[in-house]
C-alpha cells in the first residue's frame, strides 16, 4: 500500500501548502507514515472552485447516472481490499471485524442511496395544471420538485472513519442528490481517508463526472474548516463531532453574509429509564444488555448510554451491583486517539470530582497508555444530586456511566423535562410499568430524535425509518436524520416552475410522467 | 365595532406592562381609536409558559380536531363580517375588494390546511419491520413520522394584514400541525389583528382547546420580538418583512443557547429577462403586463418585479418608452402606512441619485403626502453601470422598477450569475428565444424559489405546487416554502418509534393502518 499524503483538489493531488503531519497508531502509540500535506485557505478556494464549477453539469445528471456513480464508489472501495481494513486498523485501533462490518454499512448505504435516486420519487414532484378561463384571474401551471442545494461540505468524523467520513452517510446523501462534496477529512486517519478518496476518485473518472464534484482536504478544522464553511460557494454541511467544534461551524455559517444550514451531530447522553417491574423482572438481563450498550466499540458511540435512571430501592440497588461487577470484568481497549484518550479521562476526572457521586465499578485492568486505552468506569448518584451539578449530564465519549437513584415516577418526570436534547432516550419496562409511564413517555418524546422501548440506542440501522437527529446540542437541526433515506432531504431544496413549455421541463415534471415516479397532480397522488 | 386595545395571552385579555400607541390610517393621516397597550417582557413570559403548557395537549390532537378547529377559525373571521374589512381598510388603505379577495385568501388556506392534516398523510410515515433473527443482530421494529416542532412564534406583515398576519398562512401552518402561536400583531394594524385574533380565541373555546395554543402580544419587534425569539420555549419563527428585520430575528435565534429555526421571507428584486424575439414580437403587451405587476397592490408585494432586463437596442428601446407612458399614466395611491412611504421615497431618492442612472417615468399626477401616497416610478440604466452600483440591486418597496439594457445575452448571464438570491425571475422569450437562453435559465434556477416562463411573479397561488421561498436574502431559509400545503413541512420535525408496543404507538404508525394514510412499509407504499 503506497500512500502519497496529497490532498485530492477535484483529479489533482495537491501538497496544499500547510504543514505535514502523521497519523499517531492508538494501538502502540506509534507514527504511521507518511507524512500528510495539510491544505492552505489557497487550496480550500481552489476545491471550492472546482466544486462550484462541477455543479452546473452534476446537478443535470440523472437518478440513473448518480446511481450507478454510487454504485462505482462502493465496487472501488471494495476493491481497496484488506489494505483498506489493515490501514483503518492500525490508524482507529477498531478491530478489523468492526471496521469489515462498518465497511459493509458503507457500502451499503451507497447502494441505498443508490436505489432511492434511480427510482426518483424522492424529487417529491407536485403539479398543478393550469386553469385559463379562472375567475377573477387565471391558474398558471405550476410544478414543483427538489433539487440540489449546492456545494457540500463533509466533516469526516473519527468514530466512524468509514460509514462517516469520507464517503461516509454525508457525502453520499450530497452525492446522490446532485450536489458536489468537499471534505475535510479527519485528521486521526489520514491514511484511511486516502483510501478512500482514491476509490471515490476512481469512480469519478470512470463515471466521466467533472473533476471539482469531489475533494478531500487534509488540515485542521479551526483553519481550513471554517474556511471551508465560509467560502461563498458553500451551500450545507455535515459534521459528526463534538459540541465544541459543531456549534462553532454552526455559529459561522449562521454569520455568513448568506447563512447556509449546518446538520451538526454532536452530543448524547441517550438517557435509560428502569421501570420497577421490568427491573424487578430482568434485573441480569438489563445489566448484560446496558454493559454491552455501554462498552460496545469502546463506548464509542454517539448513541452510548452514558445517564441511567431507576427507582431507589432493593432491586436497583441490585441491578447496580450486578452491573457494577460486569463493567469491572470488562478490559480496557484501546481508543480511537489520544485526543479521545485525553478528553475521556478528563471527563471521567470531573465526573468523579463531583460531590456526591459514587464510584461503583472501574475496569479491574490497569489500563495502557501506550495503548491508549479507555476503561470501563461506572458511577453512582441520586436526583437531587444529579439536578444540582450539570455538568453531569455532559457527555463523556467513552465506555462511561453515570446511575442516578431516584425516589419517585414524578421525580423522574422532572428530571426527564430538564433534559437536553437527545438523540435518543430508552424505557424498560412491562406493560404495566408503560401504562404508568405515559408522561415520561411524553415528556422524553419532545427530547429525542429516537425514543426505545425495551431495547438499546447503540445499534443504528440505515433504513427509511430511522431518525439520527433530535433537538439541540443533539443536533444543529432537528428537522433531519444523518442515517436512512431521509438523509437525502438535507441537501435539496425545493424550486417552482411556472408556465414552462415542455420542453424547458425537467423528466421528473413532464406531462406523461416519463420517469414514472410518484407524483401529487391536482392534489392525487399519480 | 368596539376595539379594546389589549393583548390576549391565552383568554385573559391584558394590557401588557407597555406604552400605548394608536394606528394611523394611511388613508388620511388620522390617529384611529382606541389605544392598544404595547406587551412588556413579563408579558412575553406569560404567554410563552401558556403556550409550553398547552403543548402538552394540543401535540396530542388528532388531524380532524385540528381540522375543525381550522375551519371554526375560518368560520369566524367570516363572521366578523364587514367591520373586519372596513376596520382593515382604515388601517392599510387597501381597497375593500382587495382586502375581500385576501379575506377569501385565508380562509381559502385555514381550510385547504384543514383538508390536510384531516386527511393526515403529511405525517410522512414510514415503517421498517423487526427482523428477530437477522444476522449477525436483530433488526429492530422502527416506525418514524413527522411531529410538532413546538410553540411557535408568528410576526404579522404589514402588507398582507389577513393572509400573513395574525390567522395567515404561518399561523395556519402552525397550528395545522400541532403547534401553538404566539403572534406579534404589526403595529401598523393593530384593531385588525384585535378583531381577527378574538375569531381564532371564539374558535379556540368553541373546539375546547387548552388556552395557551394561541395569544397575540402588541409591541415592538426590537423589544417583545426579539424576547419572544429568544424564549427558551420558543421552537421556530415564522417572519415576512424587511431584511434588517428578519436578519436581526435569524441572529437573535441562531445566538440562543440552543438555535432555533427562522423562517423569515425578506426580500427579492424578481427580475423580468425580456428576450429579444418576444420583446419584439408583443412590446405593447409585455410592458401592459409589467405596468400592472408593479403597481399592483401599490407595488407592495414581495413578488413585485423591480429589475427589467433587456437588450439594447430598437426593440428595448421602444419598451421603455412604453411602459414608461403606461407608469407615468397610473395615479399614485395610498401605501400601507406612512413607514413603508417614508422607506419608499428613501429608496427612490438613493436609487434615482445613482450615477448614471436616467428618471423614464414618474407618475403624472401628484402624490398627496397627507393620503400617504406613493407614486410610480421608472427608472433606467445600462448593465455596465448597474454593475457599478450594486446599490440598485436592492429592493425598494413600492410601485418601482429600474431597466437595464445589456449588450449581448452573454452580458446578461453574467448579471445573472451574480444576482443574490430571489423569490422569483422571468423570462419572456419564444421557443427560439427559451432555446438560446437555456444557460440563462440554469443560472436563474440556482438564484430563485419559482421561476417563470412567459408569466408574471406577482399573484402567488396558494396550492401544493407553490414554492413562495429562495436562497438568502429572499429568504433565510431556502429548503421551504411559506405558502402552500408545502409550508406545513416548516414546524414539524421527524421522530422514530423503536420497538413500540401497539398500545403505545401513535394511530399513524399502528398495524392495520387505522387512518388510511398513505405510508412506507418495508419500502413499499402502502
Request: proline share 7%; hydrophobic share 45%.
Amino acid at each position: 500500500m503506497n500512500l502519497h499524503g496529497k490532498n485530492f483538489i477535484g483529479d489533482q493531488l495537491a501538497s496544499g501548502g500547510g504543514d505535514t503531519f502523521r497519523a499517531v497508531s492508538p494501538l502502540d502509540s506509534t507514527p504511521l507514515e507518511p507524512a500528510f500535506h495539510a491544505a492552505d485557505l489557497k487550496a480550500v478556494d481552489a476545491a471550492m472552485q472546482l466544486a462550484e464549477a462541477a455543479f452546473t453539469s452534476y446537478r443535470q445528471t440523472t437518478g440513473a447516472q448518480r446511481a450507478a456513480f454510487l454504485e462505482r464508489v462502493a465496487d472501488e472501495i471494495m476493491a481497496l481490499g484488506d489494505d483498506l481494513i489493515q490501514r483503518a486498523h492500525r490508524e482507529t485501533g477498531l478491530p478489523e471485524t468492526r471496521l469489515i462490518g462498518e465497511r459493509g454499512r458503507t457500502v451499503g448505504q451507497l447502494k441505498q442511496f443508490a436505489q432511492v435516486v434511480r427510482e426518483g420519487s424522492w424529487v417529491d414532484a407536485r403539479i398543478d395544471t393550469a386553469i385559463p378561463d379562472r375567475q377573477p384571474a387565471p391558474k398558471p401551471d405550476l410544478r414543483r420538485m427538489l433539487i440540489p442545494i449546492g456545494p457540500v461540505i463533509v466533516f469526516g468524523s473519527s468514530n466512524f472513519p468509514l460509514a462517516f467520513s469520507v464517503a461516509g452517510g454525508d457525502t453520499a446523501s450530497a452525492l446522490a442528490t446532485g450536489n458536489p462534496v468537499v471534505v475535510k477529512a479527519h485528521s486521526a486517519h489520514p491514511g484511511t481517508s486516502e483510501l478512500v478518496a482514491t476509490a471515490v476518485r476512481r469512480a469519478v473518472v470512470a463515471c466521466e463526472l467533472p473533476a471539482g464534484v469531489f475533494s478531500v482536504l487534509h488540515g485542521s478544522g479551526k483553519v481550513i474548516g471554517t474556511a471551508l464553511v465560509t467560502h461563498p460557494s458553500a451551500c450545507a454541511v455535515g459534521f459528526t463531532g463534538s459540541r465544541v467544534a459543531g456549534r462553532a461551524l454552526f455559529d459561522a455559517a449562521s454569520a455568513r453574509p448568506a447563512p447556509i444550514p449546518v446538520f451538526a451531530e454532536m452530543s448524547s447522553l441517550n438517557p435509560i429509564f428502569l421501570l420497577p417491574e421490568a427491573l424487578q423482572a430482568q434485573s441480569t438481563k438489563l445489566a448484560e444488555g446496558l454493559r454491552n450498550s455501554i462498552t460496545l466499540g469502546v463506548g464509542q458511540f454517539c448513541t452510548k448510554p452514558g445517564l441511567i435512571f431507576g427507582l431507589s430501592g432493593v432491586a436497583f440497588d441490585q441491578f447496580q451491583k450486578t452491573l457494577a461487577g460486569l463493567l469491572a470484568a470488562v478490559a480496557p481497549a484501546t481508543m480511537l486517539h489520544g485526543g479521545i484518550g485525553e478528553a475521556f479521562h478528563q471527563g471521567l476526572a470531573q465526573a468523579s470530582g463531583v460531590r456526591g457521586v459514587s464510584l461503583l465499578a472501574r475496569s479491574s485492568a490497569a489500563p495502557d497508555p501506550k495503548q491508549t486505552h479507555g476503561e470501563a468506569v461506572l458511577l453512582a448518584t441520586d436526583l437531587a444530586n444529579f439536578r444540582q451539578h450539570p455538568e453531569l449530564a455532559e457527555e463523556v465519549f467513552g465506555p462511561f456511566a453515570v446511575l442516578v437513584s431516584a425516589p419517585s415516577l414524578a421525580e423522574l418526570e422532572e428530571v426527564a423535562r430538564g433534559l437536553e436534547g437527545q438523540l435518543t432516550a430508552t424505557i424498560h419496562g412491562t406493560a404495566q410499568d408503560l401504562q404508568q409511564a405515559g408522561n415520561l413517555l411524553q415528556l422524553l418524546e419532545r427530547k429525542v430524535g429516537r425514543l426505545i422501548i425495551n431495547g438499546f440506542p447503540t445499534g443504528v440501522e440505515v433504513c427509511s425509518s430511522m431518525n439520527h437527529g433530535g433537538p439541540y446540542p443533539a443536533t444543529t437541526d432537528v428537522r433531519f436524520t444523518s442515517v436512512g433515506t431521509a438523509a437525502l432531504a438535507r441537501f435539496v431544496r425545493p424550486i417552482c416552475y411556472q408556465d414552462f413549455p415542455p420542453a424547458q421541463l425537467p423528466d421528473a415534471l413532464k406531462a406523461g410522467n416519463p420517469l414514472g415516479i410518484r407524483r401529487l397532480v391536482n392534489g392525487q397522488m399519480e
